[in-house]
C-alpha cells in the first residue's frame, strides 16, 4: 500500500469540495426544482391625491421630535431626499431659493432625509438650507412610503394644501424653473 504525499491529498480535497458545491448549487438551481415561495412583504398603503396627510412625527437633525401636522394652515412642499443621492443634491439650491423667497403665508417648505443624522449634518455642512430638515431611516414603511412614494425612488415630493390635503405628488427631480408652478396648489 503506498501513502500519498500531503500536497496531493489536499489538491484531491480542494478539488472534491469544488465539485461538491458545484454539483449543489446545480441541484438546488436547475430548472424544475422547487424553490420555496419568498415570505410575503409587509405593504404599507401610501397616502394619495386628495387624502389627508399622514400623521408623521420624525426627529429633526438635532433629534427632537417634529410633529408634521404642525404645519398646518399653510401649503407644505416635502422633499425626500439623501445626502448620497445626486439629483436631490441638485435641486437643493433651488428648493432653498424656493423657500427662502417665500412671504409669510406662502409655501413652508420642509426636508425629509431618509439619511443618517451624520451623513445629513456633514452635507447641511457643505450645503445648508435655511428651511426644516427631518430625518427617517429607508425602509418599507418611511414617511417617503407613507406618503404615497411606492416605488421608493429619490427624489419625491408631495404638496399638502392649507387643509391638510395632499393634492401634488412628483417622483424625480424639479427641473430648472419648475417648483414654482409645481408648489401652487
Same mark, same amino acid.
Given at each position: 500500500?503506498?501513502?500519498?504525499?500531503?500536497?496531493?491529498?489536499?489538491?484531491?480535497?480542494?478539488?472534491?469540495?469544488?465539485?461538491?458545491?458545484?454539483?449543489?448549487?446545480?441541484?438546488?438551481?436547475?430548472?424544475?426544482?422547487?424553490?420555496?415561495?419568498?415570505?410575503?412583504?409587509?405593504?404599507?398603503?401610501?397616502?394619495?391625491?386628495?387624502?389627508?396627510?399622514?400623521?408623521?412625527?420624525?426627529?429633526?437633525?438635532?433629534?427632537?421630535?417634529?410633529?408634521?401636522?404642525?404645519?398646518?394652515?399653510?401649503?407644505?412642499?416635502?422633499?425626500?431626499? &439623501?445626502?448620497?443621492?445626486?439629483?436631490?443634491?441638485? $435641486?437643493?439650491?433651488?428648493?432653498?431659493?424656493?423657500?427662502? &423667497?417665500?412671504?409669510?403665508?406662502?409655501?413652508?417648505?420642509?426636508?425629509?432625509?431618509?439619511?443618517?443624522? $451624520?451623513?445629513?449634518?456633514?452635507?447641511?455642512?457643505?450645503?445648508?438650507?435655511?428651511?426644516?430638515?427631518?430625518?427617517?431611516?429607508?425602509?418599507?414603511?418611511?414617511?417617503?412610503?407613507?406618503?404615497?412614494?411606492?416605488?421608493?425612488?429619490?427624489?419625491?415630493?408631495?404638496?399638502?394644501?392649507?387643509?391638510?390635503?395632499?393634492?401634488?405628488?412628483?417622483?424625480?427631480?424639479?427641473?430648472?424653473?419648475?417648483?414654482?408652478?409645481?408648489?401652487?396648489?
Amino acid at each position: 500500500m503506498s501513502l500519498r504525499p500531503p500536497r496531493q491529498l489536499a489538491v484531491v480535497a480542494v478539488l472534491a469540495a469544488v465539485l461538491g458545491v458545484a454539483a449543489g448549487a446545480w441541484f438546488f438551481n436547475r430548472p424544475g426544482a422547487a424553490t420555496p415561495p419568498p415570505p410575503p412583504r409587509a405593504v404599507t398603503p401610501g397616502a394619495g391625491i386628495g387624502d389627508a396627510m399622514p400623521a408623521i412625527t420624525l426627529p429633526d437633525v438635532s433629534g427632537t421630535p417634529v410633529d408634521l401636522a404642525r404645519f398646518g394652515g399653510r401649503p407644505l412642499l416635502i422633499n425626500v431626499w &439623501a445626502s448620497w443621492c445626486g439629483p436631490c443634491v441638485e $435641486e437643493m439650491p433651488a428648493l432653498a431659493a424656493f423657500a427662502a &423667497a417665500q412671504p409669510a403665508d406662502g409655501v413652508q417648505v420642509l426636508g425629509l432625509a431618509l439619511d443618517t443624522p $451624520e451623513g445629513v449634518r456633514d452635507f447641511l455642512t457643505q450645503v445648508p438650507v435655511g428651511y426644516p430638515i427631518v430625518l427617517d431611516m429607508p425602509g418599507p414603511a418611511d414617511a417617503s412610503v407613507r406618503l404615497g412614494n411606492a416605488q421608493g425612488l429619490l427624489p419625491y415630493s408631495v404638496l399638502v394644501d392649507a387643509r391638510g390635503r395632499i393634492v401634488k405628488q412628483k417622483l424625480g427631480p424639479f427641473q430648472a424653473g419648475e417648483i414654482e408652478a409645481w408648489a401652487t396648489p
